[in-house]
């Protein structure tokens, strides 16, 4: 997941380089950005257990 | 919306002795969280730390971040930067800055209780996601100011000097180099798998193939 999100940021370069229409780069960003999120949700695995009582 | 992506034409008339200062704001902030990530790699390669989840994904956010201004970068080399281009960059910065914000915040109350050493080794005292928790949060102040002073720093015509081109290529080719060495890094870490385990300790690739035990 994490190489293909690499990729997903080397692609959105691409498209803004190559000065491509708005629409794609920002389909492109957009995907790339929920996919880190995704990724982000995926590795909370448990509360933070910040309660005073440690 | 039309008054705020006026033609080259129109706004040549209303050049201000600031007028440039979103198109190197923009390079300064692409290049900057690139050389944030910079930081991380050297941490990684250097001090030989295993990166965690978090800290890719913190990475991640960062160069969306940079993206965004890059956009902006990019848009400058043609020599014309609209309202909208200006407005859908720091959008775009803003949105990965604060994503990444939380994510380094997360990390930061997961070793704030007392007797957590936390992840990795410190840098100038501070943990690294303690200080991409800090640099997320003066970049969105950072686009709030750039922001507020729109109406002095945002010429929609750039001089067509070859300055321009040459630092966007910079930056823009500085982003591709980053983004390139952590693909191929974190492909090394994770190998065929896809997930990085929570408390990485070695290249899974290297030894997937059998080149390591």
């Known amino acids: 997941m994490d190489?293909?999100?690499?990729?997903?940021?080397?692609?959105?370069?691409?498209?803004?380089?190559?000065?491509?229409?708005?629409?794609?780069?920002?389909?492109?960003?957009?995907?790339?950005?929920?996919?880190?999120?995704?990724?982000?949700?995926?590795?909370i695995t448990s509360s933070l257990k910040l309660g005073l009582s440690y | 919306m039309a008054t705020t992506t006026p033609t080259p034409a129109a706004s040549a008339e209303t050049s201000r002795p600031l007028g440039k200062l979103q198109f190197w704001f923009a390079c300064f902030f692409a290049a900057g969280w690139t050389g944030v990530v910079c930081g991380g790699l050297g941490v990684q390669f250097i001090s030989?730390?295993?990166?965690?989840?978090?800290?890719?994904?913190?990475?991640?956010?960062?160069?969306?971040?940079?993206?965004?201004?890059?956009?902006?970068?990019?848009?400058?080399?043609?020599?014309?930067?609209?309202?909208?281009?200006?407005?859908?960059?720091?959008?775009?910065?803003?949105?990965?800055?604060?994503?990444?914000?939380?994510?380094?915040?997360?990390?930061?109350?997961?070793?704030?209780?007392p007797g957590d050493k936390g992840y990795g080794s410190p840098v100038l005292g501070l943990h690294m996601y303690v200080w991409a928790w800090i640099l997320f949060m003066a970049s969105v102040v950072a686009v709030g100011i750039v922001l507020t002073f729109a109406h002095l720093t945002t010429d929609t015509a750039l001089p067509s000097s070859p300055l321009y081109r040459r630092a966007g290529l910079a930056v823009l080719g500085f982003v591709g180099l980053v983004i390139t060495v952590?693909?191929?890094?974190?492909?090394?870490?994770e190998g065929f798998h896809w997930f990085l385990p929570d408390d990485p300790n070695r290249y899974r690739f290297f030894h997937d193939v059998g080149i390591t035990d």
Do not use: E
């Open chain 2, 182 to 189: 952590n693909l191929v890094a974190v492909f090394f870490l």
């Open chain 1, 3 to 43: 190489t293909l999100i690499f990729g997903g940021l080397l692609a959105a370069l691409v498209v803004l380089y190559q000065d491509r229409p708005r629409k794609l780069l920002l389909t492109v960003w957009w995907v790339v950005l929920f996919a880190t999120v995704a990724l982000l949700a995926h590795h």
């Open chain 2, 48 to 113: 030989w730390d295993y990166p965690c989840p978090l800290c890719m994904v913190q990475r991640m956010f960062m160069l969306l971040a940079a993206l965004g201004a890059g956009w902006i970068v990019r848009r400058g080399m043609t020599g014309t930067i609209t309202g909208r281009d200006y407005m859908m960059g720091w959008g775009m910065a803003l949105v990965a800055v604060m994503a990444g914000g939380f994510a380094s915040w997360r990390q930061t109350m997961l070793h704030i209780l």
